[in-house]
């Protein structure tokens, strides 16, 4: 069964520095990779999805991830940090050549401190 | 556009008492899911649908029905609530199996079981 880990609970950035909000993937047919925010008492909001050949994957709010086949990780990424990114990350993953459910990892809540 | 709707958005209950957790979306979208979100668990797949008339358990089902007569409506029972079920949960939907488009959260019913 596909499965995805968030190795980090909590990642404090300073503002205006970059971020990485780091995850790896298992699914034994080729990955439905995706990105999602959650607000304080809000839904998740979708970010950004991996596009089969894109290694760099461009979404909303200036985030982007990049995607490393060899490494089955798929590493949520912004070049300059904003305090109102502060928020709940979650990496998700589905794989359509099995059941094509979408599992999530258990979230990384990113702190950008002013 | 509406989008997915839960109701209620908060809902407390007694130990053993049952009441069904409403998710209707307008997009027309085929599978439809929900899950529950606990601290330091990340979201958890309780049960999913890929059409009208299929449903399927997740990771985390026991304790949860759900039935899907129609394409827009999604609803989840509890049939005896108990405190373990006291969470966050969310109800989720997209375009078909197969396809790589993402889901759309609902806001959440935040559920107490006393």
């Known amino acids: 069964a596909q499965s995805v880990a968030q190795p980090e609970d909590q990642v404090n950035v300073a503002e205006g520095n970059p971020l990485t909000v780091k995850c790896t993937y298992s699914v034994s047919g080729n990955p439905y990779l995706f990105w999602y925010v959650q607000y304080p008492n809000r839904g998740l909001q979708f970010l950004l999805k991996?596009?089969?050949?894109?290694?760099l994957v461009k979404g909303s709010y200036g985030f982007e991830a990049e995607f490393n086949k060899s490494q089955t990780s798929f590493h949520l990424k912004k070049p300059s940090a904003l305090v109102s990114d502060s928020a709940l990350y979650f990496c998700a993953v589905r794989d359509p050549d099995r059941d094509d459910k979408i599992i999530f990892g258990k979230g990384t809540r990113l702190h950008i401190l002013p | 556009n509406a989008g997915v709707t839960q109701t209620p958005k908060f809902q407390v209950l007694k130990t053993g008492q049952s009441m069904t957790l409403q998710c209707a979306q307008d997009m027309n979208h085929e599978y439809m899911s929900w899950y529950r979100q606990d601290p330091g668990m990340g979201l958890r797949l309780i049960h999913y649908s890929v059409g009208a008339g299929i449903t399927d358990q997740g990771e985390v089902p026991n304790g949860y029905n759900v039935s899907r007569s129609t394409t827009e409506d999604f609803p989840l029972r509890l049939l005896s609530a108990a405190p373990s079920q006291t969470s966050v949960y969310f109800c989720?939907?997209?375009?078909?199996?197969?396809?790589?488009?993402?889901?759309?959260f609902g806001q959440g019913t935040r559920l107490t079981v006393v």
């Open positions: 989720a939907s997209r375009l078909k199996r197969g396809w790589n488009t993402e889901a759309f």
């Open positions: 991996y596009i089969t050949g894109d290694n």
